[in-house]
Every structure is written in C-alpha cells, then in structure tokens.
C-alpha cells in the first residue's frame, strides 16, 4: 500500500513531441505528490507537485494530471526538448515528512 | 549562496570497514533526510531527522547509523554490517512549517567497495 508504481521505465521522444509519465499508488491518504527531475551525478531536484483537490498543475511546458478516483497522476511535458533528457521520479506523502518515490523515468529527447 | 552540501563526492570502502558520509546546509531547516540510490530502485529512505539529537529510521536503517548534533548537520555512518554499501547516497532536507513543503536534495555521494 504504501508502493508508488512508475511507468514507462525508460523513454524515447522525438524533439518538440510530447513525453508522458505515468504513477499510480494505493494508499488514498496520500496528499501530496511531487516530480523530481534528475541530472546524471546530481541530486533530484523539485520541478512540479500537486495535491489531490485539483485535477491540473501546470507550470510553462510541464503539467501534472490527477486522476483522484483511478490513483493515478502522471507529467506530461509539452514540446520536449534535448534539453529535458534526466531522470524523473515521481512521488507520494500523507501529511508526514517521508517520502514514497516511484522506481523513475529515464527520458531521452533525440533532436 | 544557501544550500545542502555532501562530501566527498566520491568514497571508497574496504571490507570491514566503516565509512562516514558528510551532508551539511545552510539553509536553516529543521528536517533532514538520507536516500539510498541503486539502478531501477528510485529513491529509499534510510533515516531522518526533523529536529537536532532526534531521528527515525526510514524503510532500510540496516547497516546504517546517523546523528543530528547540530541542525545543520547530519553525518551519515554506512558500517560494515551493510552487505551492500555500493550505491548513490543522497541527503535532503526540508522547511520548517507544513510537513508537505518540498525537499531539497545535495547532489550526493557514490560509494563504492574497493
């Protein structure tokens, strides 16, 4: 219950394309769910989040869409760029300060 | 520039040995976290701390122990009863305030076995 599942594991999207990531969880007293974008050799690092009372977070290229009844939220990232080529993990709490992350994304943009 | 610092960037192990990892900020918050990295296993937590001479384990304290002397301090000590050391460490931390404000990560420690 208290695993976030990651899909796809790996990902491959033409320049300008749209990537898509997707989570799903169990535990409905999750409240809050962050992405993290990650460069090769550095640390994770905030890019959106979103809690469950909204269906959209959108932030310039990146938005995040919940699906509160199917537990599932995934990132969409509009016009993709070389540029966005890192990791990204999402992730889930419930009102603590301990994170869930999910197994990650590995995004490739090929111009 | 305020921030979460770890060293070294790189660190080897001998068997038997045991090994400190350093993650200092400056960023005035009150909880602080380490992460263990490995391949296709996203992010675990090992321990955390949300306020000085006070910590919890996360979901793999095994092999692990921490302190929390100072609030801008939390060493991380991988002992030889970890099996499997070989990973990415990263050390987080978060604002005092609401429990679901972001953490902010270092960039981490590898750690390898020699």
């Known amino acids: 219950q208290q695993q976030v599942k990651q899909s796809p594991q790996s990902l491959i999207v033409q320049k300008g394309g749209i990537s898509i990531i997707n989570c799903a969880y169990e535990?409905?007293?999750?409240?809050?769910f962050p992405w993290y974008q990650q460069f090769p050799g550095k640390g994770p690092a905030l890019l959106i989040a979103?809690?469950?009372?909204?269906s959209e977070k959108k932030e310039g290229r990146f938005t995040i869409s919940f699906n509160k009844s199917a537990k599932q939220f995934s990132l969409h990232i509009m016009d993709s760029q070389p540029g966005d080529s890192a990791t990204y993990f999402c992730?889930?709490?419930?009102?603590?300060?301990?994170?869930?992350f999910g197994t990650g994304t590995r995004l490739q943009v090929f111009p | 520039d305020g921030g979460i610092t770890q060293s070294p960037k790189y660190l080897f192990r001998k068997e038997g040995q045991n090994v400190t990892l350093s993650c200092e900020q400056n960023?005035?918050?009150?909880?602080m976290y380490w992460y263990r990295q490995d391949p296709g296993q996203g992010l675990r937590l090992i321990y955390y701390?949300?306020?000085?001479?006070?910590?919890q384990k996360g979901d793999i304290a095994e092999g692990y122990s921490v302190s929390r002397e100072k609030k801008e301090s939390f060493p991380l000590t991988v002992t030889s009863a970890q099996k499997n050391p070989t990973a990415f460490y990263l050390c987080?931390?978060?604002?005092?305030?609401?429990?679901?404000?972001?953490?902010?990560f270092g960039d981490g420690t590898r750690l390898s076995i020699l």
């Open positions: 987080a931390s978060r604002p005092p305030g609401r429990p679901n404000q972001p953490q902010h």
């Open positions: 535990n409905t007293a999750f409240d809050y």
């Open positions: 979103i809690r469950p009372d909204v």
């Open positions: 992730a889930a709490s419930m009102n603590t300060d301990k994170l869930i």
């Open positions: 960023l005035n918050h009150d909880a």
């Open positions: 701390s949300q306020i000085v001479n006070d910590f």
